[in-house]
């Protein structure tokens, strides 16, 4: 069996662990497992959006929409664009990712990832013989450091990574910064909004303007469908026509397609979901601040990435003792740029939110004496 060396060098991806697992390993209740460590919407999904795929739900021996053009257009309205200016994706932002793949990147390209940041980029890219170039994220004062980026281009980069806000830091690349690099190179900017409701500031003004820039959303997250595996991406309508090209026909299922439609028009199920996520984030904040030996910082997304390392644990010591209790925590230690001492939480409900900071101060006490 001929096994192509790219996916013999490809380290496996580290997803996070999901409650069935955590509860039939440690012998607990399912529903008292508070899940911190996929950066989900605690809340659910939209009602209206239940309520449509219930309907839909006996046509699922139909093939899906093939052109989405409804969903283009409520996208189109929610991000300010116009409806030729946008893809749709299944499994979430994931396909987008690979479409940018099978659309510019040949064997031998280079991408640029400042690090430390969401990793699947890497994961997707390789394969196609594309070699992963890394740029820095300055974790003194959590931000992008635009020298690096700028340094590492060279006359094979065809595509820049920035993830704004950054996963797994949290914070803003500012938009002076994505015009910087934009203009310093004829590669693709791909700007990952994943979280940018949270943060409520986004960069879709910049495609007009700047043909080599892409924007990459989900709806995983503020939108509460990441078991749908809904993404799309924005840009000028000459790129999105060639990625078309490309793209397989029916990659987002029927259900998916009612989901996303549905969820798009519920805009106080949006609207609701952006304010409580923030709230959320912010009293995880505030709280675990007040924990002298962790390292909390600042966040304009839906998680918070936190240094443990004067707690005298490791993350996946600390990610254990969490697990006993019911706690599902990101260990880092897989993300290049992060050593074996950063842990990553997302928000939950007001009442979860409360139990963690319970547990996680009981926990801390036991491991210091």
Known sequence: MQIRK???????????????????????????????????????????????????????????????????????IYSNVKPDQVIVGGDGADEIIDVL??????????????????MYYEFIFKPYGAIPIYAKWNME????????????????????????????????????????IATSTDALIVVDEAYFEYSKVNNTNLIEDYPN???????????GLAGMRIGYGIANKDMIEYMHRIKPVFSLTKLSYIAALNTFKDKEYIEKSIEDGIKSREYLFEELSKISSLNVFKSKSNYLLIGIKDTGLTAAELSL????????????????????????ISIA????????????NEVLKEACC
Do not use: H
């Open 101 to 118: 793949a099978k659309t510019f990147i040949n064997s031998g390209d280079e991408f640029i990832v400042p690090l430390p940041s969401y």
């Open 141 to 180: 004062n959590n931000t992008l450091d635009i020298d690096s980026v700028l340094e590492a281009i060279s006359n094979k980069t065809k595509m820049i990574f920035l993830c704004t806000p950054n996963n797994p830091t949290g914070a803003l690349i500012s938009q002076e910064d994505i015009i910087t």
């Open 6 to 76: 790219e996916v013999k060098q490809l380290d496996p991806y580290v997803p996070g662990k999901s409650q069935d697992e955590i509860a039939n390993k440690f012998n607990l209740k399912k529903e008292d497992i508070i899940k911190l460590g996929s950066n989900e919407n605690p809340w659910g999904p939209s009602k209206k959006a239940i309520d449509a795929v219930r309907e839909n739900a006996e046509y699922m021996n139909r093939y899906p929409e093939s052109n989405l053009d409804e969903l283009k257009k409520e996208i189109a």
């Open 321 to 344: 003792e969490l697990l006993k209790k019911g706690i599902i925590v990101r260990d880092c230690t897989s993300f290049k740029g992060l050593d074996e001492y950063w842990i990553r």
């Open 349 to 360: 409900t007001f009442d979860e939110n409360k139990r963690f900071i319970k547990i996680i």
């Open 213 to 223: 820039i892409f924007i990459m959303r989900t709806m995983s997250k503020v939108m």
